[in-house]
């Protein structure tokens, strides 16, 4: 892995779209393809997101998709698996509420690692940027499917707060469509993740590029 981590410094999250993978509602096509067609598309952070399955399969997938992300330039996000992350030279890693807190993620994977960290409230968002997340997950926003460990939506009230209060990057997700995609960006949000949005397209490159276009206009 050490290939991608020799130079590595701590790389920018300067971009609007953050995608996750989720083979499952990917309509039969595999991560890989997935991935292809989003860093085809210039989506520049790509998250490595599947919760069933076997480490195996998931190192030999992200051993694939670190490979692509590194040739595009983008920024690969390993979920939920520090060691995985670094075993594959991921530029980060994100983890929940449930995992190791980030001052001891930070323990493992150096300073040069970007930690991300999903919160659901103004309280988690504090307590994760004091332990040196580099960003933050604020969602869900809207009801999703997609969490099967779900906690309920937090709407607007926590996605205003994060956007006055939250002095880190932070990335909105939870039930954001093509469709309420503007309504996001206009309070504020700088990067907004999707994830069956964009897995879920019929054609993954058109949809990026129709969601790029509508935060523009
Ligand atoms: N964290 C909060 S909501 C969510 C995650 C990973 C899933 C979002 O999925 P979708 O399909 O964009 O609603
Ligand atoms: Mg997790």
Same mark, same amino acid.
């Given at each position: 892995y050490r290939i991608y981590c020799r130079d590595m410094?701590?790389? *920018?999250?300067d971009t609007d779209l953050y995608c996750l993978t989720a083979e499952e509602y990917s309509l039969g096509r595999s991560n890989i393809e997935v991935v292809k067609a989003m860093l085809s598309a210039g989506i520049r $952070? $790509? @998250?490595?997101? %599947?919760? %069933?399955?076997k480490m195996l399969h998931k190192y030999r997938e992200c051993v694939k998709i670190r490979e692509l992300t590194y040739d595009a330039g983008a920024v690969f996000i390993v979920n939920d698996d520090v060691d995985l992350a670094i075993m594959v030279g991921a530029d980060g890693v994100h983890i929940g509420q449930d995992d190791l807190p980030a001052d001891k993620v930070r323990e493992?994977?150096? %300073? %040069?690692?970007? $930690?991300?960290?999903?919160?659901?409230?103004? @309280?988690? +968002? @504090?307590?994760?940027i004091a332990r040196g997340a580099d960003y933050i997950g604020v969602g869900p926003i809207?009801?999703?499917?997609? *969490? *099967?460990?779900?906690?309920?939506?937090v709407g607007f009230e926590y996605l205003d707060y994060a956007v006055k209060h939250v002095a880190i990057p932070?990335?909105?997700i939870g039930g954001i469509k093509e469709h309420n995609i503007s309504e $996001?960006? +206009?309070r504020g949000a700088g990067l907004i993740a999707m994830v069956t949005e964009i897995v879920g397209a019929e054609d993954i490159e058109k949809k990026i590029e129709s969601i790029r276009q509508k935060l523009k206009g």
């Open positions: 410094k701590k790389k *920018k999250l $952070i $790509i @998250q490595y997101r %599947e919760k %069933e399955k493992l994977v150096g %300073e %040069e690692m970007i $930690i991300g960290v999903s919160t659901h409230s103004p @309280q988690q +968002a @504090q307590d994760a809207f009801a999703t499917k997609t *969490k *099967k460990d779900v906690c309920d939506p932070f990335v909105a $996001i960006k +206009a």
